[in-house]
């Protein structure tokens, strides 16, 4: 079945680091790739996605590519902020799954000041 | 606008009792998922709604958990003689069409 393994945490970086959270999928067909974003306290938010092979989704400074080839879809950014601290999943939607959403067990961010 | 609303945030209950889950998705949506999620883990699909017709509960872990969504708006998620394994945050989320999906706050349930 269709999955999602994703850089296991907790990732620790001061102010400014270079980010990177490895993620990579396995699905029959041609999923859409989300990632999405957990703040202290709130819900689920939707940071970017990306529908196709090379497409890049891009949002607040994170960006990830679709990479069909190496099936992977690791977040990027290049300067991070106290404000990033977070948990962060990796999911993708595919028609063999019926459009639920299949996430990866989440990646712990803390930025120190 | 408004967005996915839940209720309670927060139950606890005793094992062995029922409790009901409340989602309320976005106005106009047409699909309603249902996912749990344990302590660090991402979040598990349960079931989901399109319109009032359940399309899939092949998530849903056993006979004890059931959902209904009978006008096409309003869900909600029945667990019955809870356990304590039953304990985690339960997520609500809506889409209209497409596969963005909106995520409401969760309940977060405990089982003592």
């Known amino acids: 079945g269709d999955s999602v393994t994703q850089m296991e945490g907790p990732v620790t970086l001061s102010e400014e680091a270079f980010l990177t959270i490895n993620c990579t999928y396995t699905?029959?067909?041609?999923?859409?790739l989300f990632w999405y974003v957990q703040y202290p306290g709130e819900g689920l938010q939707l940071l970017l996605k990306a529908t196709k092979a090379d497409d890049k989704g891009s949002n607040k400074g994170f960006e990830a590519t679709y990479r069909k080839e190496t099936t992977s879809f690791h977040l990027e950014k290049g300067s991070v902020q106290v404000s990033d601290s977070a948990v962060y999943f990796c999911?993708?939607?595919?028609?063999?799954?019926?459009?639920?959403?299949?996430f990866g067990s989440g990646t712990r961010l803390s930025i120190r000041p | 606008g408004a967005g996915v609303s839940q209720s309670p945030r927060y139950k606890v209950t005793k094992r062995g009792q029922d409790v009901a889950l409340r989602c309320d998705p976005i106005s106009g949506h047409v699909s309603l998922y249902w996912y749990r999620q344990a302590l660090g883990q991402g979040p598990e699909f349960l079931t989901y709604?399109?319109?009032?017709?359940?399309?899939?509960k092949s998530g849903l872990p056993n006979d004890r958990f059931s959902a209904e969504r009978p006008e096409g708006s309003i869900s909600t998620l029945t667990i019955q003689r809870t356990e304590q394994r039953d304990s985690a945050m339960y997520r609500c989320?809506?889409?209209?069409?497409?596969?963005?999906?909106?995520f409401g706050p969760g309940t977060r349930l405990t089982v003592l």
């Open positions: 999911a993708l939607s595919s028609y063999s799954s019926a459009s639920k959403i299949i």
């Open positions: 699905a029959t067909g041609y999923p859409s």
């Open positions: 709604f399109n319109y009032e017709a359940q399309q899939d």
């Open positions: 989320a809506s889409n209209l069409d497409g596969n963005e999906q909106f």
